[in-house]
C-alpha cells in the first residue's frame, strides 16, 4: 500500500463522512487551483486534512515491508502474498473461556512473515478462498515476537483483511518455488517443488503432551536427480489425493530445512499446503504374490505386474491373507501412491488364473552386478559373513539396533543390513546359508558402495 492510499485511509477513520471519491475529488482541486508541478498528492492530502482541523503524520517505511516488522509497532498496513493458511485451533484460556486461532505465512518482494487471526477474525470466510500465491491487503495489524523472537503480525478485533485485484511487485509464487538442490539448513517458509520417489507412509505417534499425532512420510527427488526425506506433521491421508502416480509432480508450500539423523530434511506443519497430481479414483491391480507377512492388524504383500513392476500392498483387512505365494490376485485398492497400494474393508480382492507374462520371483530376481542406487530390488545369494548385530547412535541421542550381513551370488558382493525390528529378521541367519530377500531397497554406502536395506515388506526364505 502506498503512502498515499495510508494517508487517505487515515483521513477517512477520522473523517468517516468523506468517501475516497470525495477525497479523490478535493486532491484533484488542490492540485488544479495551486497550480502544476506544485503539489503532489500525499501533499494536498495534508493541505485536506487542515482544512478539517486534522493533523496527520507522514507515513513511515516503518511496516511498509515485511523485513521493516519491529515488535511493538501498531496499525501496521501492508500487502503481501499468501504462501499458506492453517485450520482453525481452539485453545482454552485460564479464565476458562475459549480462543480460536489460525496462522497464515506471507511473503513480499523482500522476505517472509507469520500472520496469526484471532477469534473473529480468525472465522472470516474471506480466509477460507485464499489460495496460495493470492495478493492481500493487512490492514491496520499489530506486531509481537514470537517465541525465537521473530517479529510476526497478528490480526486482532481492530485489525482486517481482505484480499486484492491490484497490480503488484511482489512476485507470484511460480516464481519463488525452489528445487531441494536450492536449500540449505534453516531455511523457512519455503515454496519446495519435486517428484515422489519412493512410498509415502502415515505416522502415528503421541507428542509431548501425551496427545496421538499423525505425519506424512515421503521422499522428493529434485531436477538434479538427489532426494529429500520429507515429514509433514499434523498431516494425513486426506490431505493427499487417493491415485498419485510413481514420480508425481509434487509442490510444498511453507516448509523448513533442517539436518535429520540422514542429512537435511524438508520438514512441514498442519499449515503446509500439499499440491500432488493425482486423482480421486483408484483402477483394478492385477499382479502376482512374490512374499507374504502377517502383522497383528494387517497383512504386508510383495507383489509384481506383467510391467516388472513391484508394489508393496498393505491389507488391513487381510484378505490377502487367504492366498499363496506365487498365486495371481486381482484388487481394487483404497488408495494408491505410486508402487505403494492399500486395502481396506472397502477393497475387494479375488484370484485369477495363473497368467506366465506375470513374472515369478525367480523371474524377478536381480544379479547382485546389476543393482543400482535407489531401486527396490530381490536376490537370492549366499552369506559370507556371519550376521552381526551393533546399537547405533543417532544425532539425537537415540540407541537403534543394526545387523548386517555380507552376501554373494556368482556376480559380485552386497552388504545386507536392518535396522531396528528388521535386525531381527538378519539374526535368525547363519554363515553359509542360501537365501532368497525380497523388497531390499539399494543406496549409496561409505565409500561409494552400494548396500541393501531391508524394509517393512522384506522377506527372508531360506533354501534348502
Known sequence: MSSVDIL???????????????????????????????LTDEGAIFLIAADYNITLEKPTKNGSSLKDLT?????????????????????????????????????????????TLWDEKAKLSIIENIKPGDLIKIIKAY????????????IG?????????????????????K????????????????????????????????????ALRMSLKGNQGSNMRVVLWGKDEKDIPNMISKSAKVRLLGVRIKNGNQGLEIHGNDATQIEIEGGKEAEPVISRILSISNEDNRTMVLASDEKRN???????????SDFNVGEIIECMPSKVYGNAITLDENSFVRKLDNDEKIPTLSQM??????????????????????????????????NISLSEMFVEDDTGQIWVKGWRNLAREIDKCELG????????????????????FLTSFSSITKKS
Open 365 to 398: 530376481r536381480t544379479r547382485i552386478s546389476d543393482i543400482k542406487v535407489d531401486g527396490t530390488f530381490c536376490i537370492e545369494s549366499i552369506i559370507i559373513k556371519k550376521p552381526e548385530r551393533r546399537e547405533v547412535q543417532t544425532k539425537s541421542g537415540e
Open 143 to 154: 506486531v509481537k515476537s514470537d517465541l525465537t523472537g521473530t517479529p510476526t503480525l497478528n
Open 71 to 115: 515488535s511493538g509497532t501498531k496499525e501496521i498496513t501492508l500487502e503481501t502474498r499468501v504462501i499458506n493458511v492453517s485450520p482453525k485451533k481452539e485453545f482454552s484460556r485460564k479464565d476458562g473461556s475459549t480462543s480460536v486461532r489460525r496462522t497464515m505465512t506471507v511473503y513480499d518482494e523482500n522476505t517472509t512473515a507469520s500472520v
Open 433 to 452: 546359508e542360501i537365501v532368497s530377500i525380497t523388497a531390499v531397497n539399494a543406496k549409496a554406502g561409505l565409500e561409494g558402495r552400494i548396500e541393501l
Open 179 to 214: 528445487d531441494i538442490s536450492q536449500v540449505q539448513d534453516g531455511d523457512r517458509d519455503l515454496v519446495i517443488k519435486g517428484e515422489i520417489d519412493g512410498l509415502i507412509t502415515t505416522l502415528e505417534f503421541t507428542n509431548s503432551r501425551g496427545l496421538p499425532g499423525k
Open 8 to 38: 487517505i485511509q487515515k483521513l477517512m477513520e477520522l473523517k468517516p463522512e468523506l468517501s475516497k471519491d470525495i477525497i479523490d475529488e478535493q486532491i484533484r482541486i488542490k492540485k488544479e487551483k495551486i497550480g502544476g508541478g506544485y
Open 310 to 320: 513391484l508394489f508393496n500392498i498393505i491389507d488391513y483387512a487381510k484378505t490377502i
Open 157 to 177: 478485533n481492530y485489525s482486517d483483511i481482505e484480499t486484492s485485484n491490484e497490480t503488484s511487485e511482489i512476485p507470484q509464487i511460480d516464481s519463488i518455488s
